[in-house]
């Protein structure tokens, strides 16, 4: 008997509840499909369907068997799919969704990897939602933040760094910024989801000290894109993640602020979909793209080594 087979028609005799529903599907006859199953249940010496004269449903048994069948069948495709890979290298379409404060960095390295594959074609989505990668069918989500518990597959691979920064406009028109507990008597441009409350209150390290900062919200950005926009017109200060503006702090259209008092960093996270184990050849190289892109830009601001070392 040909197992592999078998367990294909059984699994999807349990998606279609019909024979003749999976056999249309798979493109055999019905006999032959539920000829082979009859087999593969003598061979198992157990049933593995419930048939009704309202069509078919699996047994106990064979509901644990279909999910054992149908982990087998995945690792076969994805098999079938490196192999197919690892011959043509990367090809077909990769649809990523990133954070807004990785826009600009993924974006512009977009170039060099399009080069070095040139059947990869890319789409992209700016969100930190992971719900939208299955609601979206997106091959990965680059996600900044703590995760929710979900089905999904994730691998951290970097750290993001917050930093509080203001246009010199901004600095030059008012009192210095020494401490965090002035940024009271400051205006602050910040980011909420359209379902929560702006976060008006930051927190700060410095070595053992820890301060907890009530701001004002003058400018609330709901989609994460035009933060840096409004504070490099002079909004007032924000906080971000350094990756996400150091074009504009080595342009000097934005300073930092505070750089001895350190924000909790934030981990980098590659979301996947739980199908995606091992995953696709595109994937992986995106993933290892990423790996080096991340690594190649790490900066620790001043007076942070210490506080860094400590939450490696």
């Not at 933040?145 to 930093?163: E, F, K, N, T, Y």
């Not at 301060?211 to 200060?237: E, H, S």
């Not at 350190?262 to 595109?282: G, M, N």
């Amino acid at each position: 008997m040909d197992k592999v087979r078998a367990m294909r028609f059984f699994c999807r005799a349990v998606e279609e509840k019909s024979f003749s529903g999976a056999a249309q599907a798979l493109d055999v006859v019905p006999s032959a499909l539920s000829k082979t199953i009859a087999a593969l249940e003598r061979e198992l010496g157990f049933p593995l369907l419930n048939r009704s004269t309202r069509g078919l449903s699996p047994t106990e048994s064979g509901a644990v068997y279909y999910e054992r069948c149908r982990g087998i069948l995945r690792d076969i495709e994805h098999a079938e799919a490196m192999g197919r890979d690892d011959v043509a290298g990367a090809r077909g379409t990769l649809r990523i969704g990133m954070h807004p404060a990785l826009r600009f960095e993924l974006m512009t390295a977009m170039g060099a990897l399009l080069d070095a594959h040139p059947d990869l074609r890319i789409e992209t989505v700016t969100t930190n939602s992971p719900a939208a990668v299955i609601d979206d069918g997106m091959d990965l989500l680059v996600h900044v933040g703590r995760l929710p518990d979900s089905g999904l597959i994730a691998r951290q691979i970097g750290w993001v760094q917050p930093i509080v920064c203001a246009s010199p406009a901004y600095l030059a028109a008012r009192p210095p910024l020494r401490h965090p507990t002035e940024l009271g008597r400051h205006r602050a441009v910040v980011h909420a989801r359209r379902d929560e409350d702006p976060n008006v209150r930051w927190s700060f390290t410095r070595g053992p000290e820890h301060c907890d900062v009530d701001i004002a919200a003058r400018v609330i950005v709901r989609d994460g894109i035009g933060l840096i926009d409004a504070a490099v017109g002079g909004a007032g200060v924000t906080r971000l993640s350094e990756i996400a503006v150091r074009r504009f702090l080595a342009q000097g259209d934005l300073l930092e602020v505070l750089s001895e008092w350190i924000a909790e960093r934030k981990p980098i996270t590659a979301v996947l979909p739980q199908q995606s184990r091992p995953p696709p050849r595109k994937v992986q190289i995106y993933l290892d793209h990423l790996a080096a892109l991340l690594d190649g830009s790490r900066r620790t601001p001043a007076g942070a080594t210490a506080n860094r070392s400590r939450s490696s």
